[in-house]
């Protein structure tokens, strides 16, 4: 069996369980299994589903890290919102899937 490195923003154990209540707030099915769902945008909040995988990234965890900063763990859609324009996130996740 493998070792699970969560990256250090969410090394302990009870940030992690805060994320995962977060992120299985609302039981939503839509999402495969390797995924979660984070809402976007200034005014109008869009959802898209993103891997896993992001969250081993600088880039990815530098936009969380400002998601904690604003929003602590109680965000305004009930899931993991990102506090930035889609076309900011959009540049990050390109670049993610770049790689």
């Given amino acids: 069996m493998g070792i699970i490195r ?3 923003k969410f090394s302990s154990v009870k940030q992690f369980h805060r994320l995962h209540s977060v992120l ?8 495969p299994k390797g995924h979660f769902a984070v809402y976007v945008g200034e005014t109008e909040k869009k959802r898209y589903v993103v891997p896993i995988a992001y969250l081993n990234h600088t880039s990815f965890q530098e936009l969380l890290q ?3 900063e604003e929003f602590g763990f109680q965000h305004p859609m009930g899931g993991l919102t990102l ?3 889609e076309n900011a996130f959009f540049h990050v996740t390109s670049q993610l899937n770049s790689l």
């Fill in 6 to 8: 969560l990256p250090s």
């Fill in 83 to 85: 506090p930035c324009n």
């Fill in 66 to 68: 400002k998601a904690e």
């Fill in 24 to 31: 299985t707030k609302n039981h939503i099915s839509d999402v």
